[in-house]
């Protein structure tokens, strides 16, 4: 059997990609390895390339629910086509500027000095805007529980959660769905909340991306302490790779996500399918909205403004999300 020959385009950017990793282009900076150099220069990605149209969000692909009542026109929601403040300089929505397979150098942003700027996404909102790349998203409009529809939940505790950060004098954005391409912010949280055929399932969770840092495990540790101790509710260890694997983060994947610089996390609240979880999500907003929100904010006390931007980092390219073709 004859073995297979790799076309020249492939030649070439095994070539371009070896000289620049050997020439040390892609080396991340001095001083830095331990901050950003979790992502292997030239692994084309696994964890983050694990979102396949069958690991759409399982609670959300599995429970029909209308569609949350959207508020576009409110101050500091995003319901479309928002301009950030903040400038992300990535050049991965570019691909034709690299070489396939090759990593991508992403040059610090350009982060103007003032309010530190937090994106809470209230999972499902507008889901059924979403742009051709998450079209398999259009109908995901989330778990529900005891008449209660997982959209609405999330979208009542963002807005709560967005009034006490800008409360603490930060800049606040509730996003829908689609997230700003390469959205650039101090936070990134998406707001969620579970669903189970299991009544006796319930606790909260959360999880980000197999990427870098401890940026996101500080954000996560952060989000899981205080909100838990705001809402005295269990943790349910199941973290899913649903969750790992989730879009708004899979920058790697997806235009609609963070860009690399923003540390960037998913919460599950609790689950809309058990009683005593149901209770507390809709019976105290203000608390679950209280345990969010003091996770953001031990996380900004903890991460001094501008230091996940300070640097360069080195990430895998952009290949563009292909979902299988639908049999018939
Ligand atoms: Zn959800």
Do not use: C
Request: aromatic content about 6%.
């Amino acid at each position: 059997m004859r073995p297979p020959v790799l076309p020249l385009w492939a030649l070439l950017a095994l070539a371009l990609g070896t000289l620049a990793l050997l020439t040390g282009t892609f080396r991340p900076p001095a001083g830095s390895p331990g901050r950003l150099g979790s992502i292997p220069a030239g692994v084309a990605r696994s964890p983050l390339g694990s979102t396949s149209p069958s690991e759409a969000p399982v609670a959300d692909a599995t429970h029909g629910a209308t569609e949350p009542p959207g508020a576009p026109g409110e101050a500091g929601d995003v319901g479309g086509a928002p301009a950030p403040p903040y400038q992300a300089q990535s050049p991965l929505r570019e691909p034709g500027l690299v070489p396939p397979l090759a990593p991508v150098r992403v040059p610090r942003p350009v982060v103007p000095p003032g309010p530190r700027r937090i994106g809470i996404q209230a999972g499902h909102w507008q889901t059924e805007q979403v742009p051709d790349e998450l079209r398999r998203l259009e109908h995901a409009t989330g778990a529900s529980g005891g008449g209660v529809m997982e959209g609405q939940v999330n979208l009542d505790v963002a807005r709560r959660v967005a009034a006490i950060l800008r409360s603490h004098g930060h800049d606040v954005d509730v996003l829908p769905t689609t997230v700003p391409p390469s959205y650039l912010a101090d936070v990134f949280l998406s707001l969620h909340a579970d669903g189970s055929a299991d009544p006796g399932m319930r606790g909260y969770k959360a999880a980000h991306g197999s990427r870098r840092g401890p940026y996101e495990g500080q954000l996560v540790q952060a989000v899981i302490e205080e909100y838990g101790r705001a809402t005295g509710l269990p943790v349910d260890p199941v973290v899913s790779r649903n969750m790992r694997g989730y879009y708004a983060f899979s920058w790697s994947r997806f235009k609609s996500s963070v860009a690399p610089h923003t540390p960037a996390a998913i919460l599950e609240m609790g689950f809309l399918s058990n009683a005593a979880d149901r209770r507390l999500l809709v019976g105290d907003p203000d608390g679950v909205a209280t345990g969010v929100a003091n996770g953001v904010l031990r996380f900004l006390e903890e991460v001094p403004a501008g230091a996940p931007f300070a640097e360069d980092i080195v990430v895998p390219p952009f290949i563009p999300f292909r979902p299988a073709p639908s049999s018939p």
